[in-house]
T-cell receptor
Framework: SAVISQKPSRDICQRGTSLTIQCQVDSQVTMMFWYRQQPGQSLTLIATANQGSEATYESGFVIDKFPISRPNLTFSTLTVSNMSPEDSSIYLC???????????FGPGTRLTVL | QKEVEQNSGPLSVPEGAIASLNCTYSDRGSQSFFWYRQYSGKSPELIMSIYSNGDQEDGRFTAQLNKASQYVSLLIRDSQPSDSATYLCAVNGGTSGTYKYIFGTGTRLKVLA
């Protein structure tokens, strides 16, 4: 497995503002992902964070709303831009090491937008 | 048709009983299958992965895979109140790509003391 940290663990934000969530892993990993889990729902993949290139977004998610950076093999950020109450959710990063297909999740960031 | 289906529950079992959780998937080309446990307010924690037809055991947990019938199940023996959580089935591979997980909506398990 891997030790994954996320910051912040929770935040309450005003409509129209942006929040950047950080994900840090204790060792180099091949793949990093960002998920959203809305209240009472399962996990939905937002995008795959690619090291050194633009993230790969899933259907329904766009870069302008969820810009992602991955400057190296242990760190990634997800920004939730121009937030609305519908963005209230738990945001999770996950990682997958090379030659495995098993994902491990960070502790999550609980976001509330007022 | 949902890609990964689970009964949302709650599934209630008495302490010490066997809890049986089921999951069906639609992509016949899926290669890897995972069970995660998620306590309320926490992130998903990997319990088991299974790749081949048959049973795979790890302590009190047994994962079962039947690719012909496109279902995967998780058995929890000697259920404990601490097993009360939501159990998420995830499927990887197939036409969605080798790295992309598709999650079910989860089954909420309640183990009654």
């Amino acid at each position: 497995s891997a030790v994954i940290s996320q910051k912040p663990s929770r935040d309450i934000c005003q409509r129209g503002t942006s929040l950047t969530i950080q994900c840090q892993v204790d060792s180099q990993v091949t793949m990093m992902f960002w998920y959203r889990q809305q209240p009472g729902q399962s996990l939905t993949l937002i995008a795959t964070a690619n090291q050194g290139s633009e993230a790969t977004y899933e259907s329904g998610f766009v870069i302008d709303k969820f810009p992602i950076s991955r400057p190296n093999l242990t760190f990634s950020t997800l920004t939730v831009s121009n937030m609305s109450p519908e963005d209230s959710s738990i945001y999770l990063c996950s990682v997958e090491r090379q030659s495995t297909d098993t994902q491990y999740f960070g502790p999550g960031t609980r976001l509330t937008v007022l | 048709q949902k890609e990964v289906e689970q009964n949302s529950g709650p599934l209630s079992v008495p302490e010490g009983a066997i809890a049986s959780l089921n999951c069906t998937y639609s992509d016949r080309g899926s290669q890897s299958f995972f069970w995660y446990r998620q306590y309320s307010g926490k992130s998903p924690e990997l319990i088991m992965s299974i790749y081949s037809n048959g049973d795979q055991e790890d302590g009190r947990f047994t994962a079962q895979l039947n690719k012909a019938s496109q279902y995967v199940s998780l058995l929890i023996r000697d259920s404990q109140p601490s097993d009360s959580a939501t159990y998420l089935c995830a499927v990887n591979g197939g036409t969605s790509g080798t790295y992309k997980y598709i999650f079910g909506t989860g089954t909420r398990l309640k183990v009654l003391a």
